[in-house]
Every structure is written in C-alpha cells, then in structure tokens.
C-alpha cells in the first residue's frame, strides 16, 4: 500500500515489535499452562488462578506505564519493560525452575500490556495526518493477528519441546528488538505535553472523563462477548465428548485467524465512508448475530458453527480496529499514554469471559448462553450510544 510509505521509521519499527512481542506472548502463555501441570504438578485451579493474576498485572503495569511514560518520555518505559522481558527469558535458558518460569509469566504479561499501551501511544504521537494514523493503527493491529496465529503454533511445536533452545531464540529476539529500539527511537519518545500531569492528577482526569468510561464499559462488554468463542465454546464442544466436535474448535479457531488475516483489509475498505458510528453499530449487530446463531445451530451442524464464526470475526474485524481509533479521539495530546494505558481495563473483559461464560453455561446450557450475550450486545449498543452523546455535549470530539 502506498500509506505504508508515509510512515515514519519508528513505525515500522513499531509494527515489526508488535508482530515479534504478540508472537513470544501467543507462543508462551498456553505453554505456562501445560509447563505447570506437566512439570510442577499444579492443579487447574492453581494454575488458572497463576494465568489470571498475569493478565491483572498486565492490567495494572499498562495503566502504571501509561500516565509514567507522559512525563518520562516513552523510550526509557520501552526500553526498561524490554530489559526485564529480556531477562527473565535469558535466565531460563540456564534455570528452568518453578520460581523462574512464575518471574517468565509476570514478565510476559507485564511486557505484553505495557509495551501494546506506549506503541499506541508513539503512534498518536509521531503521526499528525489523521488518515496516516488510522492505517497504522489498522496495521498494528494487523500484526498482532498475525503473531496470534503463529505464536500458538510455535509454541505447540517448538517451546514445548525443545524449551532451552526457544528461550534462546526469544532471546535473541528481545535483544535485537532492544538494541534497534534504541538506535531508531533516540531521543524523540519524550512527551509532548506541554503540562506533565503527576500520576495521581493524571488517574483523575482519566477517571472524570465521563465519555471514556462509558467508552471502555461498551469495550470490555465487547471482548466479555467475543472471548466466549475462545472459552466457552470450547466448554461446550469437550462436554459433548466427540471426536468430531473436538476437531472442530481447532478448524474454528483456524478459520477465526484466516478470516481477520484475508478480510482485515478489504472489508474496512469496504465500510471506509461510514461514520465512526456506524462502523461500531454494524460491528456489534455483526456480533449479536453471531450469537443467535451460536444459541440455535444444532450441535452436528457443522455449517452453522462456521457460519456464526465467520460473521463473529466480521465483527471482530470492525471493532478492534476502531478500538485504538475511538481512544486517540478521546485523548488529550499530552495524556495520550494515560489514555491508552487505562484503556487496557477493557481486558478484564477477557478476564471475567471464561467464568461469566461457565457459569452460565453450567446453570443455562448453551443456547440461554448465548442468547444472553445477545442480549449483552444490545446494552453495548446502549453504552456507547450514550458515551457519544456524553462525548458530543462534554469534548465535542464526534462529528459523525
């Protein structure tokens, strides 16, 4: 494309991080799971509880790093989280003990959150034209599907059995990454801002912004929503103890990946005059759908499932793209990585999914499940309605 020419170095840079970082974070979390049953012996419940506390502190590092890098510069927050990912990994090469595999997994996770917030961030900041912006961020997330599908596969094929050497391949990795970070960035990460706000009056001001809180509730009810698919519906498809079921999670999941990968492009082309708006609105009706679909397909109907899938990551495809979009509107340029950073809440939704998800499936059965998530989509649509008009009479930001 003819855009990618008029990206600055440090974004291409960018997206060749975001593709490497997604692609070792894909690749690692599902292996901490298997690593500690297989070879510590962990419960489930131990074990989902360790995986839990690591996306809260991806959550709670990314909100940290966000309003810091406003008043540090964005660099030396990169650089610092890269060196602890570095590290952490660097040492299992040689120890591959229970204590610093737990250090591997907090540094993932913090790594993962933290380094996702202060790319956004550089993009907003080293990009004026507003078009220019929304393909990078179009790419950045282009990216981060791409490590999505190549991270489990890796992870599968190659950390799992041959541990030392992958440690050694991220490694190497991180550190080129590192060194190229510095060269690239230099010194023009440093904030903005004309005012540096301290932490405490930057959480504030997040916090009193009435239109982006709404913004992040219609979010993280998006990702409670969509991360069903990933967990539940793997539930549901084990309790039917068929090997046919089984097999089809895997093609599922394989078509959700293929789907973003060929249609990303083409089809926000597609919708490229709609409103903002109206791409979020076409987004969610896109995921109810889906889910109506989910709750009525006769479980051997195997057309079905795909067909759900297929409209589900349509939808996927709208809304996570305008994500980023939504919040650099929002932001104030001298809060930017605050705003980004408290965005990540958003994931709790992906916290909260597979236990809001069983627990309605145990009490419910599948087709109350997902008619309720149908249901949840309409208070989506609610919420951000009302963030809109929020937005409208308190920044004035959305013209369409």
């Known amino acids: ?42 419960s489930i419940i131990t074990t989902g509880a360790l995986i839990a506390s690591g996306v809260l502190v991806s959550i709670i590092c990314s909100i940290y790093a966000g309003i810091i890098s406003d008043r540090v510069g964005r660099k030396l927050i990169l650089i610092t989280t890269l060196s602890i990912l570095l590290t952490s990994t660097f040492f299992l090469i040689f120890i591959q003990n229970f204590l610093f595999y737990l250090i591997l997994l907090y540094s993932v996770a913090l790594g993962k959150g933290v380094i996702d917030t202060i790319f956004k961030a ?88 009435k239109p982006f809180i709404l913004l992040i509730i219609s979010f993280l009810l998006i990702m409670l929503v969509f991360d069903q698919f990933d967990s539940t519906l793997v539930q549901f498809f084990s309790r039917q103890n068929s090997s046919e ?64 899938t297929i409209i589900l990551t349509l939808g996927e495809i709208i809304l996570f793209s305008i994500i980023n979009l939504q919040i650099d509107k929002m932001a104030p340029n001298n809060l930017k990585g605050a705003y980004f950073g408290a965005a990540n809440l958003y994931s709790l939704g992906l916290f909260l999914a597979p236990l809001t998800g069983g627990i309605l499936l145990e009490i419910f059965g599948r087709t109350s499940l997902f008619l309720i998530m149908g249901g949840i989509c309409l208070i989506i649509f609610i919420t951000y309605k009302k963030a809109l008009i929020a937005t409208s009479k308190d920044l004035n930001c959305y013209k369409k």
């Not at 003819?2 to 690692?28: C, D, E, H, V, W």
């Not at 060929?262 to 987004?283: A, E, T």
């Not at 896109?286 to 479980?299: D, H, K, R």
């Open 245 to 308: 079921l089984i097999s089809l999670v895997g093609a599922l999941m394989v078509i959700n990946c293929v789907t973003v990968l060929i249609f990303q492009f083409p089809l926000l082309k597609l919708i490229s005059s709609f409103s903002d708006k109206v791409k979020v609105y076409l987004g969610i009706s896109l995921f109810a759908i889906a889910q109506i679909i989910f709750a009525s397909t006769p479980v051997f109907l195997f057309l079905g499932w795909i067909l759900a």
């Open 1 to 42: 494309m003819k855009i990618i020419k008029q990206f600055p170095t440090s974004i291409n840079a960018i997206l060749l991080g975001a593709l490497s970082i997604r692609t070792i974070y894909y690749m690692l979390w599902p292996f901490f799971a298997v690593v500690f049953d297989r070879d510590f012996g962990l």
């Open 122 to 209: 550089i993009i907003s900041d080293a990009i004026q034209d507003v078009e220019v912006r929304k393909h990078a961020f179009y790419f950045l997330y282009y990216a981060i599907n791409i490590g999505g599908a190549i991270g489990p596969f890796l992870g599968v094929s190659f950390a799992l059995v041959y541990p030392s050497s992958t440690f050694i391949a991220i490694s190497l990795t991180l550190l080129v990454l590192l060194i190229s970070f510095v060269f690239v960035f230099e010194n023009k990460l440093s904030s903005i801002s004309e005012k540096k706000y301290s932490f405490f009056e930057s959480l504030y001001i997040v916090r009193k912004d």
